[in-house]
């Protein structure tokens, strides 16, 4: 079974690499300080909060693509063009199918945000090689790189939750709508948490919605990192216990949703 997920990850990966998206995908993420560097020159002060934060915008906006576009692409032409029938074959299994293609997509996503943070890390020290602590606030190579690996590594859930969807849904748009949805209340929840909170202001009345929704949202994937971000941006730092629980969350997130599919694309009449 190694050996076939060991094939698949190989397979998966030369795809991968080999789409046009993924190349355009790679050059972004050389030239994402620059991106990163015009936000920051914008400015007069907190210089190097600003071009960390450009760097987390590219991250976010290159993770999204690769996940949503590419992911979701290969795994339904796998379905309805019946490729996956040439690899779910005997002595193969869909378990090692599904798994030889979660981390070959792990992999590829690895080298492109392997990609920005060497590039990213090398202009930031570039730039800020000589400016004063009040222009360059809370960057440092350590913070922008701690940052850049937590930020990506949400990402892991969201690749699990696609493949969960995958395993029943019936074609990209229906991939692609349940994959916005689950980002994009991943985003909005935070905010409108914010506004609900008693406690900052909100109105007494709702007090019974605020805790449903933030139930709700205890219970999902948290895939904005606002609090990581504020943090490192501001040149704080993050207990080794705090980073430990946010990696465990988001590997226990995406093993469960990748159990999931197992069961479910086990049943399916493909």
């Known amino acids: 079974m190694l050996k076939i997920i060991s094939n698949t990850i190989a397979l998966t990966f030369l795809e991968v690499v080999q789409s046009r998206v993924y190349q355009v995908l790679l050059v972004m993420a050389l ?24 760097v987390l915008v590219a991250v976010h906006f290159l993770s999204v693509i690769f996940t949503l576009f590419i992911v979701s692409s290969i795994l339904v032409r796998d379905i309805s063009h019946k ?10 299994t869909r378990e090692s199918y599904l798994m030889g293609r979660f981390f070959g997509f792990l992999v590829t996503l690895l080298i ?10 090398g202009a930031g020290f570039l730039i800020f090689l000589d400016e004063i602590q009040l222009y360059v606030a809370g ?17 892991v859930s969201l690749l699990g ?4 969807i995958v395993s029943w849904a019936t074609g990209l748009a229906e991939v692609m709508f349940f994959s916005m949805l689950g980002l994009i209340i991943s985003w909005v929840l935070p905010q409108v ?8 202001g909100g109105e ?15 219970i999902l994937p948290h895939l904005n990192g606002s609090d990581i971000s504020l943090v490192l941006t501001h040149g704080a730092s993050l207990s080794f216990s705090a980073i430990s629980l946010y990696i465990l969350e988001h590997l226990g997130y995406a093993g469960v949703f990748l159990g999931l599919a197992v069961w479910v694309f086990n049943r399916r009449d493909l």
Not at 34 to 52: D, N, P, R, T
Not at 112 to 121: D, F, N, Q, R
Not at 161 to 164: E, M, R
Request: hydrophobic share 55%.
């Open 139 to 155: 960057y440092t190579w350590s913070n922008i790189s701690l940052l850049i690996f937590l930020h990506s590594f949400q990402y």
């Open 31 to 54: 030239l994402s300080p620059l991106f990163a560097y015009f936000l920051s020159s914008l400015f007069l002060v907190e210089i190097g909060k600003v071009y960390m934060d450009g």
């Open 161 to 164: 939750f696609i493949f969960f």
């Open 204 to 218: 007494q009345e709702n007090a019974v919605l605020f805790e449903f929704l933030r139930t709700v949202y205890q």
């Open 112 to 121: 492109l945000i392997t990609v920005v943070g060497l590039v990213s890390v």
């Open 193 to 200: 948490l914010v506004l609900l909170n008693p406690e900052f």
């Open 83 to 92: 490729v996956c029938y040439l690899l779910v074959v005997q002595p193969a």
